[in-house]
């Protein structure tokens, strides 16, 4: 499958070339400098990293809280934590047939709180199965988020600041791979492992937080660096 995948890259990029060139040919490049003194940037930057720091965290430390926190025996939270990243993966598939029947906003904060509803389930655990089939609903809603977000980004900045902002949106999500996850590990191991599924719940309260105050600021503060969004 990835030999035709490329295959078929190979044979089309002429295709992707052209279109691309003739879609930047006129639009000015803005240097970085510029880029760096718009909070709307550093804004997306931000959501970026909790956004990958809440799926990576998901990943790294939900066999630890199952496991040790909650008895569940090993081989079951393995299958778990396995289908969190097939639920994702599933995700990323179904959203290419709906991406153009719903628009990014509308989709985005529904796959928001479709997470944070999957945490809170986690957090509280009605029940160990109703916890565990949380997970797979986190990662299924997770998945949509970061191509949305990234494929976002010309409908929330100038199209001169554009390639800047990508940069910095992928610098803020390595930091999110790194950072955050092992945040959540200082807090579960300090306070006990269950402070884990906390410090989900409270991650995706930042990212519903800050992708309206992302939506809101690209509105209200039309201006240099910046494009008004229609409201969904």
């Given at each position: 499958m990835?030999?035709?995948?490329?295959?078929?890259?190979?044979?089309?990029?002429?295709?992707?070339?052209?279109?691309?060139q003739?879609?930047?040919?006129?639009?000015?490049?803005?240097?970085l400098?510029?880029?760096?003194?718009?909070?709307?940037?550093?804004?997306?930057?931000?959501?970026?990293?909790i956004?990958?720091?809440?799926?990576?965290?998901?990943?790294?430390?939900?066999f630890?809280?199952?496991t040790q926190s909650?008895?569940?025996?090993?081989e079951?939270?393995?299958y778990?934590v396995?289908?969190?990243w097939?639920?994702?993966?599933?995700?990323?598939?179904?959203?290419?047939?709906?991406?153009?029947?719903?628009?990014?906003?509308?989709l985005?904060?529904?796959?928001?709180?479709?997470?944070?509803i999957s945490?809170?389930?986690?957090w509280?655990?009605?029940?160990?199965?109703?916890?565990?089939?949380?997970?797979?609903?986190?990662?299924?809603?997770?998945?949509?988020?970061f191509?949305?977000?990234?494929?976002?980004?010309?409908?929330r900045?100038s199209?001169?600041?554009?390639?800047?902002?990508?940069?910095?949106?992928?610098?803020?999500?390595?930091?999110?791979?790194s950072?955050?996850?092992?945040?959540?590990?200082?807090?579960?191991?300090?306070?006990g492992l269950?402070?884990?599924?906390?410090?989900?719940?409270?991650?995706?309260?930042l990212?519903?937080?800050?992708?309206?105050s992302?939506?809101?600021g690209?509105r209200?503060?039309?201006g240099?660096?910046?494009?008004?969004v229609?409201?969904?």
């Open positions: 990835q030999f035709v995948l490329m295959l078929c890259f190979f044979f089309t990029q002429r295709l992707w070339s052209s279109s691309q003739a879609a930047h040919k006129d639009v000015p490049h803005a240097p400098a510029a880029t760096l003194r718009l909070p709307h940037v550093w804004l997306a930057a931000v959501t970026f990293m956004y990958v720091g809440l799926e990576v965290s998901a990943s790294q430390w939900s630890t809280l199952f909650r008895g569940v025996p090993l079951i939270a393995g778990w396995s289908g969190y097939g639920s994702l993966t599933l995700g990323r598939i179904v959203i290419g047939f709906v991406a153009n029947r719903i628009s990014t906003a509308r985005l904060l529904t796959a928001m709180i479709g997470a944070l945490t809170l389930l986690i509280l655990n009605p029940a160990t199965w109703l916890a565990l089939g949380a997970l797979g609903m986190l990662g299924f809603c997770l998945a949509t988020i191509p949305s977000l990234m494929s976002d980004t010309p409908h900045i199209a001169a600041h554009v390639p800047n902002a990508v940069g910095m949106q992928m610098a803020f999500s390595n930091l999110g791979v950072v955050v996850p092992a945040l959540v590990g200082i807090v579960g191991t300090s306070f269950e402070w884990i599924s906390f410090s989900l719940v409270v991650l995706a309260l990212l519903i937080g800050l992708y309206i992302l939506r809101h690209a209200s503060q039309p240099e660096g910046m494009r008004p229609a409201c969904y």
